[in-house]
């Protein structure tokens, strides 16, 4: 121009029309590129495989253990009931149930719920849960996918979006921008679905890589559409997180102000929201401590016994006292009587009680899952655990399962043995009578299931929703700041 | 006046107290004409570019460009403008070419190396720095960069806010010569600035923003550079 040439023939002004699908397409793509030459995003890449790689060797190995702990327990099962059963020992049926090989991803409920439970004749025990048995889970208190997304991959998010708008004002570069036919919820959202594109980038490589090790392992990805939800829930929680650091970088201000906003509001729901409502719930309707309930089946129990008891030792002493030749017939009706009493009784007093407890727990379940809701974090959480077959609807599931055991079995077995003692008639002593059931029938160790995908589906649908609205809500926000945005420098 | 490349019809924006802002400016650019806002600090400059670029909604009036309102037809009248800010400070990672490829797209069009380049060599542009991240270059390149976009898009009209402050006497000239390159082609072009010096040379129109109302909206050549000084100066110590 300097040189008075010529200038390019004019176009006709406007040209081809613009939508905003196009400008969107545009600035995504920019957005990812932009990335892709970062450091951020090659920093944050990186970690969260290490992380994933790292949280899945823990997992299997743990899982390997708890199953190897419950294989030597199998193979010693049967032979331990038959010494009992053989020693005419009063039979107590200890079982253990398996651990979820999708513990890998989240391990959930899986701390608190009892690794095993013991028929007695007094009723049914839960024994004590597995703890932590390697060192990086006493450092980082079970790791965990769901850990590392929920806290690690959440402030990554952060560290993507958080001077994704500010820094482009402050360079000036955003008033360029809104020179062209650009709307800005445009801009918004383009760089909402960049930044979670990327996210995206960083998390399927490291997740595809736990599932490879859990088929390695031998671990087995079971239910694939188990572990698709999961990604997709947990894309959906970070999009939330996308959609704040874009909120508050939609804010304007200094991109310092802007990171330490973004890091108070995911402290908030990260840590501080999801302790407050646990201590909420703690307050509002404390856990029900397991030797209370036990002490209550105790009292119950003990008195149905003692009835029953008494019906035997009235058998016992006709027996003793008849010389009839139906005395052994008549005995053993009594008895059989007397046992299906009991086990109705007692099935319907603690059938009554389970069920009390049932409502109980339910009622803080309700309570814990109301007040989750407030926070993205522990609603994730939530959901991960279920989808993991770790968390409320497999915990439920067990124990029914358990129940149905101990009724159906357990409580045969510990009960086919019963010994009746006489001094007091006849004058050649005491008189003792043992009796013995055919139980090999019932000589079947504890086969857990898991809870079927339809009920976890169901139970999982609300708290996705509630990421969902989470989400909406962020991405709602960052459009009304950047309407309002003051896009000078 | 629908050939106007530029038209604010009693235009009103105030902000906070309501003393501060522009109030019932109207003027009229039309194509192919140079037109100089000049006016001291915080007369009103930059919010009335702000207005015509719409980044800001005035309080009253209406503002079109080519005939296209900014208010209500902002696209069409988006795609006819080419907005220079003071600091041009582009993406500092990417090149010239990139730069003005990537906005390019936002106006629906895909350019080729070509055309960039022929609308950088136009601009005097030095071959070496195209391919090279903006941010190495200097306020003086990143203006020309800047032009070259709108270059690119066709615009008809150049708004350029403060273009001159901190360049050195060499690259003020060039710049002018670009000016006026660019009314040669029948763009029009608003110069918003608050430096009186040599103006009328390379201009058509002179307006004279104070406290936020035109007062003056003249032929330059009806105006010599010290009436505008004078103009300017009672306006600044005012």
């Known amino acids: ?489 | 006046m629908n050939d106007a490349g530029l038209r604010c019809e009693s235009v009103t924006r105030t902000f906070g107290d309501s003393q501060r802002g522009v109030f019932d400016v109207t003027l009229s650019i039309p194509k192919g004409t140079v037109y100089a806002l000049l006016g001291g600090n915080g007369a009103g400059k930059t919010t009335l570019i702000n207005l015509c670029l719409g980044v800001l909604q005035p309080d009253r009036g209406a503002i079109f460009i080519a005939g296209f309102d900014i208010a209500t037809d902002a696209t069409e009248a988006k795609r006819r403008l080419a907005y220079v800010p003071e600091v041009a400070r582009l993406y500092a990672h990417l090149n010239a070419f990139e730069n003005i490829r990537f906005f390019e797209e936002l106006n629906g069009r895909r350019v080729s190396d070509g055309e960039v380049e022929d609308a950088l060599s136009r601009l005097s542009f030095p071959p070496a720095a195209m391919r090279r991240p903006c941010g190495i270059y200097s306020k003086g390149m990143r203006q020309k960069v800047v032009i070259a976009m709108g270059l690119v898009k066709s615009a008809g009209l150049f708004l350029l806010d403060e273009p001159s402050s901190g360049l050195d006497p060499a690259s003020s000239r060039q710049l002018v010569r670009i000016i006026k390159g660019l009314r040669d082609d029948g763009r029009t072009v608003l110069i918003s600035t608050h430096e009186s010096h040599n103006i009328c040379e390379y201009t058509d129109r002179v307006g004279i923003l104070r406290e936020g109302r035109l007062v003056t909206d003249a032929a330059s050549s009806t105006l010599d550079t010290r009436t505008i000084d004078d103009l300017t100066a009672s306006e600044t110590t005012a």
């Not at chain 1, 409502?277 to 309930?293: K, Q």
Request: include cysteine.
């Open chain 1, 1 to 489: 121009m300097s040189e008075r040439t010529p200038l390019p023939e004019r176009r006709q002004a406007g040209g081809p029309a613009v939508t905003q699908a196009h400008v969107f397409s545009t600035i995504v793509r920019k957005e990812i590129l932009d990335h892709a030459r970062g450091r951020r995003f090659v920093l944050g890449a990186v970690m969260t495989l290490a992380l994933f790689v790292l949280a899945s060797i823990v997992r299997v190995s743990d899982f390997r253990q708890a199953h190897q702990e419950r294989n030597l327990f199998l193979q010693r099962w049967l032979p331990s009931v038959m010494e009992q059963l053989e020693r005419d020992e009063i039979v107590q049926v200890e079982n253990t149930r398996a651990v979820s090989p999708l513990s890998i991803l989240t391990v959930g409920l899986e701390p608190v719920v009892p690794f095993r439970f013991t028929s007695t004749k007094e009723g049914l025990r839960f024994g004590q849960s597995r703890s932590a048995q390697n060192p990086v889970d006493a450092l980082f208190g079970y790791l965990d996918v769901t850990f590392i997304v929920s806290t690690l991959l959440s402030l990554l998010t952060i560290a993507f979006t958080f001077d994704s708008l500010c820094g482009e004002r402050a360079d000036g570069t955003l008033a360029l921008m809104l020179s062209y036919p650009v709307e800005r919820r445009t801009i918004v959202a383009a760089k909402i679905a960049g930044n979670m594109i990327v996210t995206t980038l960083c998390f399927f490589p490291a997740f595809a890589a736990v599932a490879m090790i859990a088929a390695i392992t031998g671990v087995g990805t079971m239910a694939p559409w188990h572990w698709l939800a999961y990604a997709a829930i947990a894309l959906l929680y970070l999009l939330g997180f996308t959609a704040i650091g874009v909120a508050v970088s939609s804010r304007g201000g200094r991109s310092a102000d802007s990171a330490l906003t973004s890091l108070f509001i995911w402290v908030v729901i990260v840590f501080v929201t999801p302790r407050a409502v646990a201590l909420v719930v703690n307050y509002a309707h404390p856990p029900i401590r397991g030797v209370e309930i036990a002490l209550r089946e105790d009292e119950a129990v003990s008195h149905l016994r003692l009835d029953y008891t008494r019906r035997l030792d009235s058998a016992f002493r006709l027996y003793m006292g008849s010389d009839a030749s139906s005395r052994q017939d008549d005995f053993n009706k009594a008895r059989r009587e007397a046992i299906d009493e009991l086990r109705t009784r007692r099935r319907e007093v603690l059938a009554r009680m389970w069920d009390e407890q049932m409502i109980d727990e339910q009622a803080r379940e309700e309570w814990l899952r109301a007040l989750s809701l407030l926070s993205p974090a522990a609603v994730f959480q939530q959901v991960a655990a279920e989808l993991s077959w770790t968390g409320d609807e497999q915990r439920r599931h067990f124990l029914r399962e358990a129940r149905t055991y101990d009724e159906r079995i357990g409580r045969h077995l510990a009960e086919s043995r019963d010994l009746f003692f006489s001094a007091a008639h006849g004058q050649d002593g005491a008189h003792a009578l043992v009796v013995h059931d055919d139980v090999k029938p019932f000589l079947i160790p504890f086969q857990p299931t898991w809870a079927l995908s339809g009920v976890i589906l169901r139970s999982a649908l609300m708290p996705a929703s509630m990421l969902m609205v989470f989400a909406v809500f962020a991405i709602a926000a960052a459009s009304w700041f950047i309407e309002r945005l003051d896009v000078r420098a």
